[in-house]
């Protein structure tokens, strides 16, 4: 939920992180771009030269992608064990899956499913896991929260940004282990009012990044919990499982060409020791994304996580660009001091345009309504998966392009690092199968090295709904050749706000490491506010 950094000044904030964790700093920025770019809610058509060289005009043709399990996670009129859930907009999708459970957030709400989709807890803050904690991880409730199952440890990984300033002089609490408080059931189907916000920004203070990790594959049971003090605004983080360390980017305002990217110290966080956050400095970078391991299989002994970006600068009005930026994170929690963050290298790849022009401008149209739908098109969506194969890794990366019918596509790629470490584009494409915008992505890729992909999709004629589609291996490069799926078709256009999303979130499930969970917004007929649908899908090889 992109939010602009407040306070004193930047220079002031640097010298708390300079306290607070290592830091490696490039040539400075000014603080603020925002007057070279377009005015706000300005739509940018048209596609750059060459991207048309890799749309996909055509569906799939091919039956692959199984449906095996859909139903309604949070949003209007969902009603849990803990009564109605209570929503903000965006929905800021989420989704974990276990061995028995799947986990859901939306914004500031989660909550706990069986996989047959019979909820077992929640509706309820997300900060209800940290109930006696203490501290704004306790005190403060914010958006923007992210779940994450860690497949090598069978544990459940919460992450919840605190948006605003703690007074000066706190110390961060933790850790702190305790079993989740389960209240009593309700059937009550009234909205509860979301709790009053905190008093004034401290002029001085920082802001938090709080940690919960379970201490078993039940996300009913006991967490480990940590807040660590971040003096940088630590909004849109997209947390990801290394062997080494969960790896957290966040973005430190909408008027800076800046991000902030942090590892803290897994192993220990696994048993409830203190723990460590390091943290780095990104000026002059788009929306970074961490590679999200998936699967049991390790990297090589060493390897340093991959941070990746699109190119361009929505605040510079630079919309079009032919590179991702690749960064190669290595901590070393031994001699934190060494700890590095080398790059950006360049990755060439079909020229693209951001759809709309980036993020915040009314972009997609919908049936009957005046008000468009945001794109979230300057960035790379979550998740950058991770996968490891016997003689190379894949990663996977997606984000929303113009197209050359006048609509929106998903970009896709797919990129090989070798086992000595290098990256190189393996193949890519984009949807631009008929006039529906496709847009919001989040992919995945299972064990058979099969790639699936969910998205919303919508257009003038077609209310915004949920899509999934995928390859095989087997398929020609840069196609996506099963056919499309429908997870939710929707059924009413969203009035209250151009906000669609944010993003939306896949999840594989650790049993077979090859089932794709997916989830993403609707709305019903006569709704106000978004639904989310959550399924499940199954590609050739997954049985």
């Known amino acids: 939920m992109p939010r602009t950094l407040k306070g004193p000044s930047r220079a002031y904030a640097r010298l708390l992180l300079g306290l607070a964790c290592t830091i490696e700093m490039a040539a400075g920025l000014p603080p603020s771009l925002a007057a070279q770019a377009p005015p706000p809610g ?47 907009n965006p929905s800021d999708n989420s989704l974990a899956v276990g061995p028995a459970h799947v986990v859901q957030t939306v914004n500031s709400q989660w909550a706990v499913f069986r996989k047959n989709g019979t909820p077992l807890y929640g509706p309820l803050p997300t900060n209800a896991v940290f109930a006696g904690f203490g501290g704004p991880c306790e005190t403060m409730l914010s958006g923007d929260a992210v779940v994450r199952y860690d497949q090598l440890a069978d544990r459940w990984l919460l992450v919840l940004p605190i948006f605003r300033r703690v007074p000066a002089g706190h110390t961060a609490t933790g850790p702190r282990t305790a079993t989740l408080r389960i209240p009593a059931a309700t059937a009550d189907r009234t909205e509860r009012p979301l709790p009053p916000r905190p008093a004034a920004d401290s002029a001085t203070g920082g802001y938090a990044m709080c940690y919960a990790v379970s201490t078993t594959s039940n996300p009913l049971g006991a967490w480990h919990r940590y807040e660590f003090s971040r003096p940088l605004f630590p909004d849109y983080p997209r947390p ?23 590892v803290a110290e897994r192993s220990r966080m696994l048993r409830g020791q203190s723990a460590r956050e390091v943290c780095r400095i990104v000026p002059d970078v788009n929306f970074l994304n961490t590679a999200d391991l998936d699967g049991r299989r390790l990297p090589p002994a060493g390897t340093p996580n991959l941070v ?20 190669r994170f290595a901590v070393d929690w031994r001699d934190t001091s060494r700890t590095t963050l080398r790059g950006p290298e360049r990755i060439a790849v079909a020229p693209y345009r951001y759809l709309c022009g980036g993020q915040l401008t009314s972009c997609v149209p919908q049936p009957g309504a005046d008000r468009r739908l945001d794109a979230q098109g300057d960035k790379l969506m979550p998740r950058l998966v991770y996968r490891q194969f016997a003689r190379h890794a894949a990663l996977v990366a997606t984000h929303s392009v113009n197209t050359t019918s006048g609509a929106g596509g998903v970009r896709w790629y797919e990129l090989r690092a070798s086992l000595q470490g290098a990256v190189s584009l393996k193949q890519q494409g984009t949807t631009a199968f008929d006039s529906l915008y496709r847009w919001l992505p989040s992919a995945a890729m299972d064990r058979f090295g099969n790639i699936g992909i969910g998205y919303s999709a919508g257009d003038a004629h077609t209310f915004a709904g949920q899509r999934f589609v995928g390859r095989s291996p087997s398929h020609a490069p840069g196609t996506l050749g099963f056919r499309e799926v429908t997870l939710a078709t929707g059924e009413a256009s969203q009035t209250n706000t151009l906000r669609w999303e944010d ?40 049985r």
Do not use: M
């Not at 596609?47 to 859909?70: D, F, I, N, W, Y």
């Not at 969960?246 to 060409?257: A, R, W």
């Not at 896949?506 to 506010?529: H, M, Q």
């Open 503 to 542: 993003y939306s979130q896949t999840a594989i499930d650790p049993v077979d490491d090859c089932t794709i969970w997916y989830v993403g917004d609707y709305l019903r007929v006569g709704a106000a506010n978004y639904s989310t649908r959550i399924g499940a899908f199954r590609l050739p090889g997954c």
């Open 240 to 262: 990801a499982v290394w062997p080494d360390g969960y790896y957290v980017p966040t973005s430190t305002g909408d008027e800076v060409i800046e991000k902030h990217v942090c």
């Open 308 to 327: 990746l970006a699109a190119g361009g600068s929505q605040l510079r009005g630079v919309v079009d660009s032919d590179e991702l930026q690749l960064w």
């Open 42 to 88: 300005t739509t940018v058509a048209g596609v750059p030269s060459g991207s048309a060289a890799v749309e996909q005009r055509a569906h799939g043709t091919q039956v692959g992608v199984r449906l095996v399990r859909r139903f309604d996670g949070l949003g209007e009129g969902f009603v849990g064990p803990h009564g109605a859930v209570t929503l903000r």
